[in-house]
């Protein structure tokens, strides 16, 4: 039983770790708070019209996504500074990649928002 206790602190503490973690990228990373703010956004906005499920699913996992490829570019960077704060071909050329990854999952969301929301935002309008 003992046991059991220790590895469901040690989960429990996993959490906090992440947490932890995600406090940091908002508070220190300009382009975690873009992407934030963003979200938040899309948030509203899908309250506002009264988007179906289907849409709803989409736009949390495009926020999801965003987010998440965020923070691993962010820790790739840390990463990469940890080694050397020199410019060096390889590591620029992964942290271009790492970067390369969250623009394509942030124009992703963007296209998906646009073809949910548009056309919402044209029929209120419209009307």
């Known amino acids: 039983m003992g046991n059991l206790n220790n590895k469901l602190k040690s989960r429990i503490a996993s959490f906090g770790y992440a947490i932890k973690g995600l406090k940091v990228l908002f508070r220190e990373e300009t382009n975690a708070q873009i992407h934030l703010l963003a979200a938040i956004i899309a948030v509203v906005l899908g309250f506002w019209l009264h988007i179906s499920g289907i849409e709803w699913i989409a736009i949390c996992l495009c926020i999801g996504l965003v987010i998440a490829t965020e923070a691993l570019n962010t820790a790739i960077e840390h990463i990469a500074n940890m080694i050397t704060l020199e ?38 309008f419209l009307l």
């Open 87 to 124: 410019r060096h071909p390889g590591i620029e050329r992964i942290k271009d990649i790492a970067a390369g990854a969250v623009l394509i999952t942030a124009l992703t969301a963007l296209i998906v928002g646009l073809i949910i929301f548009l056309p919402k935002i044209y029929n209120l």
